[in-house]
């Protein structure tokens, strides 16, 4: 799952681990960030610079990133979660998904969608910047795009229910009836990428938007 801050990924996330069937075989991975855990902030591990530096030089992670002054990670054990059948649910980035999706060709990206002036008020809500950082938050998310053959978008401008059983009935969809070929490990969060390009959450819910 990509999409710009504010946009509301931490409780799409809280949302499908608490409404995702228990038969589902899918896991979330958590992040390890050089950030203090805060109470508003995702469930995250939170590490120093030279714990960072040291898991990253003994190649424990499988993806790093910067952004915001900080470090970002995401553990090797999702390897071994998707060698046994496990569909893993990843908060990324959007500037590292071309990065991501070589490592992992059959990634599927799910991108959160809000409108500017929601953006906006979610984010002056958090109350973490001032207006000039969070004007500065806005050009980028306006200035990164996210490119990908897969990629779905599932519009997060309504209430969270609606945006959030949308993606509870993704990952559900593709844990169940997960795309492989011989050799292939399980992709990371998706659907079918031949037959779903865009949809939005009410559109979702029921029947994808098909080519």
């Avoid at 470090?71 to 991501?100: F, H, K, N, P, Q």
């Avoid at 000039?132 to 050009?139: C, G, N, T, V």
């Amino acid at each position: 799952m990509v999409g710009p801050s504010g946009s509301g990924k931490d409780t799409l996330l809280r949302y499908a681990r608490d409404h995702l069937d228990e038969s589902v075989p899918a896991a979330f991975a958590h992040r390890y960030i050089t950030r203090p855990i805060a109470a508003d902030s995702e469930n995250h591990i939170a590490l120093s610079e030279a714990e960072f530096q040291a898991r990253l030089h003994r190649q424990c992670l499988a993806m790093n990133w910067q952004g915001h002054g900080h470090r970002y990670g995401v553990g090797r054990e999702i390897d071994l979660w998707m060698t046994v059948g496990m569909t893993v649910v990843v908060c990324g980035s959007r500037e590292y998904l071309a990065e991501a999706a070589q490592r992992y060709p059959k990634l599927v990206p799910v991108l959160i969608s809000v409108e500017a002036d929601i953006l906006k008020q979610r984010i002056t809500a958090r109350g973490r910047e001032d207006e000039a950082e969070i004007e500065q938050r806005l050009q980028r998310t306006l200035a990164v795009t996210c490119q990908h053959p897969a990629l779905i978008t599932l519009d997060n401008n309504g209430p969270i229910e609606t945006a959030g059983n949308a993606l509870v009935e993704i990952i559900t969809r593709f844990a169940m009836n997960p795309i492989r070929t011989p050799g292939d490990s399980p992709v990371l969060l998706g659907a079918n990428p031949r037959r779903i390009r865009r949809l939005s959450a009410p559109s979702y819910i029921g029947r994808p938007e098909r080519e």
